[in-house]
């Protein structure tokens, strides 16, 4: 194989509950990933040394070096083979749609697509419950991004579930300028909730039975409801123009309204496309976020989508 390369969805969580915070800095977590329909490509190819470069969105914000997450991931993947590879040194592309620090765990995506990539290019077989254990050494969200769909998180989010849901959901991201840092997010949080002992978040977190009763039903109007996230005050306070899109998106007739994991992205949930677009037009002429796009969920995890053979 000479060049390998993988699609790989966004994520936004449906659910998501905040634990108290653990003794290794992470919080536990109960949460429900669901993949949407916007979409990082990578391309892995066999290079002397190892390097990574980054076209479209926030290009210039993701960092090129070893901290890269998908850079950590090849790595981390070279060191589970068995053999290891002869040489695990590749050249890394990545397109990017997702924009990065927006809650919708593009760096993730991005190391879950680089292990994809090189598990093909290496013909190492790993198979997916072996690529999750290493995913889950890159970061909480990296092992969601590889399975896609709608998912059960717990642990740090990096224990998955898959969900029964049924239909398909179409809902609008808005955008904001900035990205948000998610362990910002997090002490935010923390330090929002030490001004309320006895508050959400002092218990261990639990599923919310009844979303996934109305993902079952394929529902949206259920479904938008019970949407809920756990950070949102703590990314409002950190970004409190978020709050003027949440409200714009629910005038203009969204069935739900949440920031996306830590933020800052919105997400609205639609009745059908229809109304989705009729929704994305409204935000945009609002002028309530950067950019808007349209998406549905659930779609597939990170795949191939073209390999070549040398
Ligand atoms: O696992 P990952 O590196 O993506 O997490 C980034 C940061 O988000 C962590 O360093 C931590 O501050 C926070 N985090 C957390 N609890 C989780 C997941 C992430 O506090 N369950």
């Known amino acids: 194989m000479t060049l390998v390369t993988v699609r ?23 949460t429900v990933f669901h993949a949407v329909s916007l979409f ?9 040394q190892t390097t990574v470069s980054v076209t479209g969105v926030d290009a210039a914000s993701v960092p090129a070096g070893r901290t890269n997450l998908a850079v950590r991931a090849v790595r981390a993947l070279a060191a589970a083979c068995k ?5 695990a040194e590749v050249q890394i592309v990545i397109r990017k749609r997702i924009p990065v620090a927006a809650g ?17 290019l290496w013909q190492a077989g790993l198979a997916q419950a072996e690529l999750c254990e290493v995913a889950a050494g890159v970061g909480s969200d ?46 935010a949080c923390d330090r929002l909730r030490a001004g309320r002992p006895d ?12 979303l996934m009763a109305a993902l079952r039903s394929g529902d949206p109007a259920l479904v938008g409801a019970l949407l809920s996230n ?37 997400i609205f949930l639609a009745a059908d496309a229809r109304r989705a677009r009729d929704l994305a037009v409204s935000l945009t002429g609002a002028g309530v976020c950067r950019s808007v796009a349209g998406v549905r969920g659930p779609v597939p995890g990170a795949s191939v989508v073209a390999a070549e053979r040398g």
């Open 40 to 48: 990082d490509e990578v391309t892995v190819s066999p290079a002397s």
């Open 142 to 187: 990296v092992p969601f991004a590889l399975v896609g769909g709608t998912a059960v998180g717990q642990g740090r989010g990096e224990r998955l579930t898959a969900a029964l849901t049924s239909g398909t959901y179409h809902w609008v991201l808005a955008f904001a300028s900035g990205g948000l840092s998610t362990p910002e997010v997090y002490a």
């Open 199 to 210: 508050g959400p978040g002092d218990g261990p977190p639990a599923l919310d039975a009844e």
């Open 83 to 87: 053999p290891r590879p002869v040489s």
């Open 104 to 120: 919708l765990a593009g760096g993730s995506a991005d190391a879950a697509a680089a292990l994809v990539a090189c598990n093909e």
């Open 230 to 266: 756990d950070l949102q005050a703590a990314a409002v306070s950190l970004r409190p123009d978020l709050r003027r899109a949440l409200a714009a998106g629910r005038e203009y007739g969204a069935l739900g309204a949440i920031v996306s994991g830590s933020g800052p992205t919105c």
């Open 8 to 30: 790989v969805p966004a994520k936004v969580n449906l659910q998501l509950s905040v634990g108290p915070l653990r003794a290794d800095g992470y919080h536990d977590l109960v």
